[in-house]
């Protein structure tokens, strides 16, 4: 019996009202993503996590506004440890990472009282494609859970409110150039946070070893990159550039120190469940073939996030798991290093703790920028960019060839707008006024696609022109 069967079987069994709710094949592996679909806050939303303890297997199901506390969760549970589980372990439960259902697995289920205070529960039937929700208050007769107080809300920062250290980097992969998925999911809300806080912004050389090992060619990279950033950062900055500290990873030493003092109090599991980990095994990519600074990119990450005391890491949706496996890395340090080594209390009874907890900052506009295609992230892998330091004529070649509405035939025919990148990159760099006016015409087929990808064209060479 599949795992969705089985947890309609439950229900019905148990007579709990119930209801499956069919999900988009492309809708993305994430609470957010899920909660925008069925339009709920994330108070509804419910994350189920495996965790392996000495007695075996447990879950534990929490509201996504909170998180786990895990010397309450080993007391309600009656353990002394507590690591995720690895994929393997959830293959064998007939699951996976982002597919942990909220019933319906054959281990000990914790159920933390929040829960049962909600009308709706939203969770996934064990199936991609298929959502689920029940009353709040049914989740421990669903799944004979046992009922415990072991989370605390999230804290979360304010960005209006004083001033806060940023830290950003990337990574001088591909040929070091930027297009405008980087510059809209990096490099502009570096450029916004920049005015107003203290900003840490680093070339993530150490990272590019992970696929580069050619020198000439990481060399060049850097130097295009550093050349791109400045380019932007000046542009819109000034040549002083106020609030930032630019810098490459490799010229600091204790980034690569602390990852190898992390490596000791970070349990294999956790690397195990990092999205690029699991996606070199996802392309039939040999686990003896992955290299281990891909393994441990996450550990290298936290070190980079860590050793500057950030409060707050601008990131696109897909990279917000490595700001939370570094929170859990630096809780884990925190607990096993409580006065820390060289850390003096602050006057304080208790002494600050060495390492602070950062929050991924996702403004939610720009979490994903799709590519030319429409479909996959913009990528130079993918081919699906537009560039920003290109020559002109390769620049209106991308854009000639951007997605727009395939139902659409003929000039005259009325358009969408939703779905349609060029009306997606207008909104980001044409003026509101024209672009309105022309999804107006757009949609009532007064204006043809060339017209349209011809003033984004313009629009996006006078964007950048003090960049370029």
């Known amino acids: 019996m599949k ?175 930027l297009h405008i998925g980087n510059y809209l999911g990096a490099v502009k809300q570096f450029i916004t946070l920049a005015r107003d806080h203290e900003c840490f912004l680093m070339v993530a050389d150490l990272h590019a070893l992970t696929t580069i090992q050619n020198r000439e060619q990481l060399q060049k990279n850097i130097e295009t990159l550093i050349l791109n950033e400045l380019a932007l950062l000046m542009g819109e900055l000034g040549e002083e550039l106020p609030n930032i500290t630019f810098f490459r990873q490799s010229d600091v030493s204790e980034h690569t120190e602390l990852q190898s003092i992390l490596n000791n109090i970070t349990p294999l599991g956790l690397l195990k469940r990092a999205h690029a980990y699991k996606d070199k095994l996802q392309k039939d990519v040999m686990e003896d073939d992955i290299n281990v600074g891909l393994f441990s990119y996450p550990m290298l990450m936290a070190a980079d996030i860590l ?15 490595h700001v939370e496996i570094t929170r859990d890395i630096a809780e884990r340090f925190n607990k096993t290093f409580p006065v820390g080594i060289g850390v003096r209390p602050s006057g304080t009874s208790r002494p600050d703790p060495v390492f602070k907890l950062p929050e991924a900052y996702i403004p939610e506009d720009v979490a994903v920028i799709l590519g030319t295609d429409g479909k996959r992230k913009m990528s130079k892998s993918l081919g699906n960019i537009i560039g920003i330091f290109e020559n002109e004529e390769i620049i209106r070649k991308q854009v000639m060839s951007t997605y727009t509405d395939p139902t659409r035939i003929h000039a005259d025919d009325p358009g969408h707008i939703e779905g349609n990148m060029v009306f997606a990159y207008l909104d980001f760099f044409g003026e509101p006024a024209k672009v309105d006016e022309l999804k107006q015409r757009y949609t009532t087929g007064k204006v043809g696609d060339i017209e349209v990808k011809n003033y984004l064209y313009e629009s996006l060479l006078k964007y950048f022109a003090p960049a370029r």
């Open 3 to 177: 795992l969705n069967e089985k947890i309609e079987a439950l229900l019905k069994e148990k007579n709990i009202s119930y209801r499956f709710i069919p999900l988009p094949e492309n809708l993305p592996l994430t609470i957010e993503a899920h909660m925008k679909f069925h339009r709920a806050t994330m108070d509804h939303a419910m994350a189920t996590i495996v965790y392996k303890t000495e007695k075996g297997l447990i879950a534990a199901v929490k509201r996504a506004d909170t998180q786990i506390n895990l010397e309450k969760l080993k007391k309600a549970a009656g353990v002394t440890e507590l690591v995720f589980a690895t994929p393997e372990e959830l293959k064998n439960l007939r699951t996976e990472v982002g597919l942990v259902s909220y019933l319906g697995l054959d281990i000990p289920y914790f159920v933390d009282k929040k829960v049962l205070d909600i009308d709706k529960a939203y969770g996934i039937a064990g199936v991609k494609t298929i959502g689920m929700a029940i009353d709040g208050k049914d989740m421990v007769k669903a799944n004979d859970g046992i009922v415990g107080d072991f989370t605390l809300f999230e804290k979360k920062i304010d960005i209006h409110a004083g001033r806060h250290r940023i830290l950003s980097g990337i990574t001088p992969s591909g040929d070091g150039s």
């Open 307 to 321: 050793l500057y005391k950030t409060d707050l890491v601008p990131v696109g949706k897909d990279q917000k798991q």
